[in-house]
């Protein structure tokens, strides 16, 4: 019977594997316009010579903060913004930049807790001496736009794209043609999946919830009822290595429409040992 469900489960994925390799429904980047309106950016790059609003960023204002790490010739130093107005990030998307007041350095996350410290907004650089280490500019606790790393001898090693938190590669389908009713999020960095993945029903609850690795689903991936939001249908776990090609998926957990679980693993007499 497990093996039965779980085949169902995998149905979904194998429909979008085939719409990815070339199905006539139409899939666009997560930065198309009208995908997500940002709003102007005057003031992050002012083409006209007017005065610039000081520390407003997209329209938002922020505060400037500093972070220095280590001391003598090896001490860095990071210079960014923060929201002078609590605000909620991005619930979908994976990683969340905020700065820890207690610990007094950037930290990132994926649950975000704002008594923790205010999420990052504006410029960020991180600089060792007169090398800038790390560039780039955040957009309520995500990174947006240009990033670019270099290491201690000031030579380019890494430069990637984000809109809002998503790599720019990220997919995105839609159920209607004004694209306003998100069908499925594919994340995409450098031309492998990385990060979190959405499917959500035509009522736009979620439908399909995980996370991939290197290309290759890792950790719990949950499917939900689509006419009770929030509730699950299972879970399944996952390798949690991407690079073990050994682990065999299993399902951890069901629950039945009426929220009363049905199956635990962990409480499976015959599961495999």
Same mark, same amino acid.
């Given at each position: 019977?497990r093996f ?7 149905l979904?994925?194998?429909a979008?594997?085939?719409v990815?390799?070339?199905?006539e429904?139409?899939?666009?980047t997560?930065?198309?316009?009208i ?14 010579k007017?005065k610039k609003k000081?520390?407003v960023?997209y329209?938002v204002k ?7 790490k280590g001391?003598?010739s090896k001490?860095t130093?990071e ?18 930049y905020?700065y820890d ?8 996350t994926?649950?975000?807790d ?5 999420l ?5 650089s ?12 955040f957009?309520?606790?995500t990174?947006?736009?240009r990033? !670019? ?7 380019l090693i ?12 990220? &997919?995105?389908?839609?159920y209607?043609?004004? &694209?306003?009713?998100?069908k499925?999020? !594919?994340?995409?960095e450098y031309?492998?999946?990385?990060g ?10 979620i439908? !399909? ?12 991936w949950?499917?939900f009822?689509?006419?009770r939001?929030g509730r699950? !249908?299972?879970?399944i ?6 690079f ?8 951890l ?6 929220g009363?679980?049905i ?11």
């Amino acid at each position: 019977m497990r093996f039965f469900v779980l085949i169902l489960f995998f149905l979904p994925t194998i429909a979008f594997s085939q719409v990815e390799e070339g199905s006539e429904e139409e899939m666009f980047t997560i930065s198309t316009p009208i995908t997500i309106d940002l709003g102007k950016e005057d003031e992050v790059y002012e083409k006209k010579k007017k005065k610039k609003k000081k520390n407003v960023y997209y329209g938002v204002k922020t505060k400037k903060g500093f972070a220095r790490k280590g001391v003598g010739s090896k001490a860095t130093l990071e210079l960014f913004n923060t929201l002078k107005t609590p605000q909620t990030p991005d619930s979908y998307v994976r990683d969340i930049y905020y700065y820890d007041t207690e610990r007094r350095q950037i930290r990132k996350t994926r649950k975000y807790d704002p008594r923790k410290g205010p999420l990052l907004h504006g410029p960020y650089s991180k600089k060792l001496g007169d090398i800038t280490l790390e560039e780039g500019i955040f957009f309520i606790g995500t990174k947006h736009g240009r990033w !670019i790393r270099k290491d201690k001898k000031d030579i380019l090693i890494d430069k990637e794209k984000y809109y809002k938190g998503w790599p720019k590669e990220s &997919r995105v389908r839609y159920y209607n043609k004004e &694209r306003t009713k998100i069908k499925e999020i !594919i994340p995409i960095e450098y031309g492998v999946k990385e990060g979190n993945y959405f499917y959500f029903s035509s009522s736009g609850v979620i439908s !399909i919830q995980g996370e991939y690795r290197y290309g290759k689903k890792v950790g719990k991936w949950s499917s939900f009822y689509t006419n009770r939001r929030g509730r699950k !249908i299972r879970e399944i776990q996952y390798r949690k290595d991407p690079f073990n090609d050994g682990f065999k998926p299993y399902i951890l957990r069901e629950w039945n429409s009426k929220g009363k679980q049905i199956y635990d693993y962990a409480k499976d007499k015959n599961r495999p040992q």
